[in-house]
Every structure is written in C-alpha cells, then in structure tokens.
C-alpha cells in the first residue's frame, strides 16, 4: 500500500505543520512515512510543497503524476503543484481563498480566475473540492486554524487508511492549548463540508 | 625603470617566476591586482607594486585572500583586468566565493593565481589547487618555467573574457620562486583601458545575481556549457604540444613536471623515441591528443607536481575510450605520492616504466607482430564483436522504449505545456512589516533621486531578496553596459549577490578602479559578525569610497532566528553579552557612521544621503529587529491599519513591497491577517490615505 499526498500552499499558512500531522497520524497507525518538504524559499510568504508519503515509502518525494490527493490551502498552489504531481485518478481539496502573490499585488502578473484554476485541475485529476476554508477557519474562531480545516476535509475524503479521530488526535497533539478548541471547531467543520460536497458530488 | 614595466620588447631579462607573471599580466592589460601575501606567491603583487610607480593602475595588499579575491573580481564586473594572487593555503580562505561566481563568470578578464608549495617548504600542507579548477571547471595553466608563466599570464585575459570566466594559473614553489630566462612582451598604453561601466542582466538576466532569475542550477547548466570552449583551447593552443611517435609508449608531463620530464627524456635519450605529450593546460586536457595517444601506444607515462590530477584526467578518458594499456604514474605507484619531483624521480620512473619494453624491443618502433598485431589488438580493445550495428540496435531499444511511455503520457504532456503559462509566479517577500522594508524604501527614494549609476552589492540574508526581482520582464538581458533599469521595488534593489561577505568586498574593487557611480553594499548583523569585519577594516585601510548598509535586525533571521550576538539572548532564551556593531565599525576605523531606525524612512533616506556624500568608507546603520520576534513576543493586538477614502490608486504603497499591502478595484488596500501596524505604509503614501499603525 502506498499513499502520497502533497500539501501546497503559501509559507506562513501552516502546510508544514499539517504534513507533520498527517504523518504523525500515519505512524500512530503504524505505518511508514517519509515527508519531504520542498520550499520554494526558506521564508515566510514563498511557495510551500511538502510531500507526504505513507506506505511501502521509501523516497522522500512524490513521483510526477503520482499525488493521490493534494491538499492546497491556496487555490494558486494547489495549480503549481498540481500541474504537475497530480495523479489522473487523484483528488484535490481546494482552498478557494486566494492569497495573492506580491507579483499581483503590484500588477505585474494577473493571478487566474478561480474558475480557471479549478477546471485546470479537474482536468488534471479526478476530483476537486473546492470551499472557502478559510471562511470556515474564521467561523471556527482563528482564521489560522486553515489548516486544521483542510485536515478534516481530508478525512472527510475516506482516502485515509485511518480514522478521522487518529487524524484529529494527531492535530490535538500538535497544537497549543490555547487554540485547541479552535482547530478541533476547524477539523470538525472541513469534515462536515467535504462530507456535502461529496453528496453533492 | 623597473624590469617589470620596461617596454622594450624583444629584450630578455631574468626574471623570477612570480615576477615573469606580474610581467604577462601587465602585457595583458591588467588594470587592477589584489592580493593577502603569503610565501610562494607574494612576489607578484609586490612586483606590480615596483610597477605601479611607472605605471597606473591599481593595487592592494588586502586584509586577507578572500577579500583581495573579491575586490578583484568586483573590478572585473565594471570592465577592469583583474589579478588576485595567493598561496595554497590562502586559497583554502577562497573557496566560498570562488566556488560559487563560476557560476556566472566574469566580465573583464580575471586572473587568478595560486602558487601550491609541493615538499611544504613554507607551508603546512602540499594540496595541490589544480584539483580545484577542475572541481569549479575552470581553465587551468600550468607553465613549466618562467617564460611560459609570462606568456600564460599574458594570455589569461582575452582566454578569461572569450570563456566569460576566471582563469586559473597554477604556480609551485620552484617556479615562483626560481628566475628564468624571460623575453619580454609589448606592454599596452597605459591609457588603454577598458570603458568602466555596469549592466546587472549583461547578456544574461539577473547576470551577477547567482540565485536570480532563472536560478542558480541554471546558472550551473551555463558554467557547465563553457566546456566546449575550453576544449577548443586546449585543442589548439600552442602551450599544449604532442610529439608523435612510431614507439608505443606515450609520457604526458604536465607544468613544472614537464621540465622534469623534458630532462628526464634526454637523459636517457628518449627524446624525440617516445610520444611526448607536454601539456601547459592541466584542465581541460587535450582530447583528441589524448585518444590518439590511446589509439597508438601500450603504456602511458604520466608526471607531474603535485596530486595525481593530470593522471586521472587521463585514467578517466581511458577508460570511456577503452584503453587496454598501462596508465602509469602517482595513483599506479611509478612515482611517490608526497612531496616534490625532480629530474632524477622522473627518470626513474621512466627508466622503469620504459625498461621492460626496451627489452622486449617493443620500445622504437612498431609491435614484434607488425601491424596486423595492432589491428587484432584494436579489435580486442574496441568495438564490440557485433561491431557499430549490435550499439546501434541497443540505442533503438532504448528510443522505442522511450518512445512506447511518451506516447502515453503525451497528452497528459500537452496539457501540462497548456497550463503551466497560467500559473503566476510567487515570489518569496519580506514579512509583512519588516524592518528591510524600511531601509530599502529609503535606500531607494536615493539611489532613484540621485545616483542613477550606483551599484548596490548584496550579501547573504533575508535582505537578499533585494535582489532576486518579482520576474519583472522576462527579456532583461543586454550587452550594453551603464544600461539602466529603474529600481521599481525594493526586491530589484540589489545589482549583485554571492555568498557572506562578499558585497563589500566587491563594492570596493568596483570603487577602487574607478566606477563612475556610487558604490554600496548591504548586509546584516550575523553576516557582519560572520564575514565582513575584514572587508570593513580592508575598505578602512586601502580607504575605498563606499558606503555599507547594516541592517540590523538582532536575529539570524532567515535560517530560522537563531541567535545572532546582537540578540541579547542566547539559544536557550538566557540573557547574553551583546556585541555592538557600532563600536566595532568605530574601533576599525570607520569615521562616517549614521546610526537610524528603520521604521522612519525620512531618516534612512538623510543617512543615505550623508553616507554616499561622503568620500571613503562610511556605514549607515538601521537597527530594528525582526518584526517576527518582536509580535512573537509582544502578542499582536489587532491590527488598526487602513486605507481611507483618500486612496488613488496611484500605487506608490506597493513600491514598498510590503505583503500585507494589496491592490483591487484601483484602490489599495490592506491585508488585515498579515498587518502589524509597522507604520511604514502610512509613511510612503504621498496624499496621507493610509491611517492607522504607529
């Protein structure tokens, strides 16, 4: 058995952290796990794409066309990695709120309609569910519990070959107590989401 | 008149080896030489120093190698020959930067000379820094007496400006320090210098940027296609000479070696009986002189001064073209490993190598067998026995099942090729409310106003991305030089980025030779601490006209904060000593010192103006620390910044660079998740729209 995900997004959103999480989740179950994390630049605000892979693993990176899931925790991100990782048969959780890189801000580049990243996907993979998580992360009390959002909605997918709690425990573990509450409010509500849009689906 | 700088062609003269290559280098045009002394290589600087007084042209003793090595090669990017001279150990100090402007080589010729000290006679090692051309693939001399070292120096710098990199001379001891016969060459006008100037995308974008656009691998993909010229050379330069043979054996003999060898020959009068190949270039080597000699000969011979470079140079090509024969020399135990060679090793060697084939009679002349032997022997050791068509039928497989994976992913290819135009780049920023961003602004309000020619050097930090641009234009690459491109926002800022410490180092060679725009550096408070007090006090004694910007932040930021000794805290969140910077930049001497706070641009900008007003070295300091420490700290309050009804859309706020500001609807706006209420913003908007913060 092997699984590989890949989680983008923008340094900053916390896409470490929730690689980290998956991984920890992974091990817990007792499986193998490698994360490799490639950053576009050791800094905050730079492009972040950190591979997790479980399984019969033994490299630290996700083949071409081999990502089952990507996890983007930002529309753009989710197409850079996606383009090219994506596996035909793979899903994608879609943040479909933008962070707009400093070269649109300034109006050097546009960055691309939503629709267009999605369909851009979709015709890459198999699936996309596309949501504001970060609006659900505000509802949940702290807009930086994006991550704990997406972390539910992948469990939500059924693509994990654990528990949703195994995943939830893992973010418990690795988060401090002041917003605990929060990112369990965040996990529960990108469960639910996905859990609606894959009976809308 | 000095010897040195006599311009009487023809004459000879003797001339000791470190002499003879200050001599070429001046037949070269050499316009700027910097050099740390040390034994056996501190005879060429301080030659030029005896010339200096006939002729003009610039040089220094600098506080030590890596920083004589950078101020040379900041000379080289505004038009200017260059030579930094240094011995074995001195070279060790290079590495950093030397390894790493291979990458996009240089403008104007750069020598770079290393005098290796085979037997360690004035050393603590023997390393041999030929091995380190070759590592950084960049062309090696070798000369085997003080005329060849005159004539390679002199050669260096059109080889150097037609490969666009440095050239490397390797000098030992005996040739250094031992005087020659030299003939001496025309020396140029003084008057004929190159036309200083600077184009930061020459020829390349983002050409003296090692990490800019389109990266450093790419970089190292173009330092890699130099190659070809080179082997260009060393195919047909006159330095390099193979005397052919009907014998079957060969001795390659490289640099002093060579000398050695030439003896050796004689000696046992197999001059002109052997193939002979004598090589003045130790990388790359000959080639196709080199399969010839593969193609005709059972025995290769190799001696040399130093480690065993030139043999496996040779043992490597061997073996791809499937030599069968004996490759003798340090590695296969003919000569010994350490220490010098001389005539009577060499001759030992060859007596001993040569000694069991004179025997067999096999040595003047063509095999016992004659030659169908040759041609039984040429099929054991060349093709195989299904000859070129059982290689070609191998090669089709491969194409066909090559050719069986594309067709299935083709689409999946064309649909990737479709996309990926689409996708915008996200260029890596400053954090939202960093104190750069400050120093920048105010940095570039100046350089915009009044020093359209500047050149800003960068150094290694989170600063560096100063430099990296946002993929601004995508045809920035020109030849022309003093071309000019706005500085459009603080991530275009930075002309030139290599590794710690060598900004400064640079700006001073850019300064010294006379560029006619303002020369700067920037760098932070580790990186200070780290490499560039010696470049400092350097700038402070040879009295450079440039001005270093110290962005103190208190953290090794980019790596994930760690202390630096500005911190006040150590690792363990403890208090700790901290260093003052502004203490030690007095203590070297430093007279011009503006100390100021990033967070108030109108003062970074008058300091600015002040430090680049001023003649010699002067140092604006801009000390506020990391805006991530200091939220980490203090727990960010929600943040009170916003842009009001008097907004424009006239854009001026995004010039700041600062993520957390962005722009829709003709309106700027702000990012209320990434503001920390730095102030900054509400400063540079020129009608008052931005509220809030500080």
Known sequence: ?201 | MNVISLNQPGRRALLMGNEAIARGALEGGLELAAAYPGTPSSEVVEALYEARRDRDFYVEWSINEKVAFEVAYGASLVGARCLCAMKNAGFNWVMDTFMTISYTGCKAGMLIVVADDPDAHYSSNEQDTRVAAEYNRLFCFEPSNQEEARQMAAASFQISEHLELPVFLRSVTRISHASGDVTLGILPEVQNRHQLGFNKHWKLPYRWNVYGPPGAVAKHDWLLSRGALMDEIAATSSFNRLTPSPSRIAVIASGLGASYADEALTNLGLLGVVQYLRLGIAYPLPNAALRQIFATTDVVVVIEEGDPMVERQVLRLAQAEDFRGKILGKDSGLLKPTGEINTDLAEEALAKATGNLTARGNLTGLPAGGLSSVTARGNLTGLPAGGLSSVTARGSNLTARGSVSLDATMSRGELRAEIKPRITPRSSTLCAGCPHLGSYWGLKKVLNRQSEDAIVNGDIGCYEQAGYGLFTKKDLASPEDSKRYPILSPYTILDTLYVMGSGIAMAQGQAQIGYPGKCLAVAGDSTFFHATMPALANAVANQADIAFLILDNSWTAMTGHQPSPTSCRNALGNPATRLSIEKVVEALGVHDLHIVAPYDVKAVEGAVDKALAFHGPSVVLARGECMLQVIRRTKRRWQTTVVTEGCTGCKTCLQLGCPAITFADEKAGIDRLLCVDCGLCSQVCPFHAILGGK
């Open chain 1, 1 to 201: 058995m092997q699984l590989n995900m890949i989680v983008a997004g923008v340094g900053g959103q916390g896409s470490v952290l929730a690689s980290h999480i998956i991984a920890e989740a992974a091990i817990a179950h007792g499986l193998a796990v490698r994360v490799g994390e490639t950053f576009g630049a050791a800094m905050r605000g730079g492009a972040v794409a950190s591979h997790v892979r479980m399984g019969d693993v033994a490299s630290p990176l996700v083949k071409k066309g081999g990502a089952d899931a990507i996890l983007a925790l930002e529309p753009l991100e989710g197409l850079r990695v996606g383009v090219d990782y994506l596996s035909p048969e793979g899903i994608v959780i879609l943040n479909t709120c933008p962070n707009y890189p400093v070269d649109t801000s300034i109006g050097v580049f546009p960055y691309p309609p939503l629709e267009r990243i999605q369909a851009d996907l979709r015709s890459l993979g198999k699936t996309v569910y596309a949501f504001d998580a970060t609006e659900l992360a505000i509802q949940a009390g702290n807009a930086r519990t994006l991550n704990a959002v997406i972390l539910g909605a992948l469990a939500g997918t059924g693509l994990l070959p654990f528990s949703a709690q195994i995943l939830e425990e893992a973010l418990a573990a690795r988060v401090p107590a002041s917003s605990l509450e929060s990112n369990r409010a965040a996990f529960r509500l990108g469960l639910q989401r996905l859990e609606e849009l894959k009976k809308g689906a």
